[in-house]
């Protein structure tokens, strides 16, 4: 068994910053790609920034610049640093991951998610 543990959201004003954790734990291989998708209220799931494979990552338009993600590979945990932080970027932060398990196959797994709101 596979989990996803968020950490880290919060409330923030607008132009303030935070930093978002999530660590994987349980039969872990290996993590393919790791990353972060939000939701805001009527919207659908979106696409933050992720690891893609290797080194690579991809990041929403909406977020570069601002945002940056990186990772401790001892310790299965991704980040994303928040920077100028918009009310638009309000919504439901969800960690998101592709890892194989120790029998060799691969599945995706969803953290709980975190709440960001961004208000004055």
């Known amino acids: 068994q596979v989990q996803l543990v968020e950490s880290g959201g919060g409330l923030v004003q607008p132009g303030g910053s935070l930093r978002l954790s999530c660590a994987a734990s349980?039969?872990?291989?290996?993590?393919?790609?790791m990353g972060w998708y939000r939701q805001a209220p009527g919207k659908q799931r979106e696409l933050v920034a992720s690891?893609?494979?290797?080194?690579?990552?991809d990041y929403s338009d909406s977020v570069k610049g601002r945002f940056t993600i990186s990772r401790d590979n001892a310790k299965n945990t991704v980040y994303l640093q928040m920077n100028s932080l918009k009310p638009e970027d309000t919504a439901v932060y969800y960690c998101?991951?592709?890892?194989?398990?120790?029998?060799?196959?691969?599945?995706?797994?969803w953290g709980q998610g975190t709440q960001v709101t961004v208000s004055s």
């Open positions: 998101n991951a592709d890892i194989v398990v120790p029998a060799g196959r691969m599945y995706n797994y």
């Open positions: 349980g039969s872990i291989f290996t993590i393919v790609t």
């Open positions: 690891f893609i494979g290797g080194d690579s990552t």
